[in-house]
Each structure stands twice: as structure tokens, then as C-alpha cells.
């Protein structure tokens, strides 16, 4: 997403307003060029945001992680509880 955001910023947004002053100035001799120019930033911005939004589906639709299996109780861990391989600090348990 922030990938079409910058495309649209920095490539389609100056030649929106190049092209809006075309309605004053006239379109110059290489308007064609120009156009051709912001299409393929359209392009590129298109194929970014389809992208984005594929991934954000993936990922609403990927199956949740699965807990780790409940140990044995211990006066840390009650009855239940997950086991963890480290603690917050990286000490093994």
C-alpha cells in the first residue's frame, strides 16, 4: 500500500497538473509521451494495490497458529498452561 501511495505521489500527481495546465497553455508536441508516461505509473499502481490486497486476504485467511501443547503442572506453570521453550529474557525453562 505504500508502494501506491508513492507511485501516485511522485508519478501520476505531476502529470495530473501538467496536464491540467494543458486546458490554459494548450497540450505540448509530446503530450502522447506524457500520457503514455502516466498510464504506466497507473499500471504500476494498480498491479501494487492488487497485490497488497491479495496479501491482506492471505492473511485473513490463513489458518491461526495452533498453541503448544499443555505440560505438565509446575509450581511456575499451573495445570493447562502452555510451555514455551524461552522466557521473555531468552532463558531456557
Known amino acids: 500500500m505504500i508502494a501506491s501511495f ?3 505521489r511522485l508519478g501520476n500527481v505531476p502529470i495530473n497538473h501538467k496536464i491540467n495546465r494543458w486546458a490554459v497553455e494548450g497540450a ?4 502522447a509521451a506524457i500520457l503514455t508516461r502516466w498510464d504506466y505509473f497507473h499500471d ?3 498491479t501494487t494495490a492488487l497485490i497488497a490486497f491479495a496479501l491482506m486476504i492471505a492473511l485473513a485467511i490463513r489458518p491461526p497458529r495452533t498453541p503448544a501443547p499443555a505440560g505438565p503442572a509446575t509450581p511456575e506453570r499451573p495445570e493447562g498452561t502452555a510451555t514455551y521453550s524461552r522466557n521473555l529474557i531468552g532463558h531456557n525453562r
Open 28 to 31: 505540448p508536441a509530446d503530450y
Open 6 to 8: 508513492l507511485i501516485t
Open 44 to 46: 504500476l499502481r494498480t
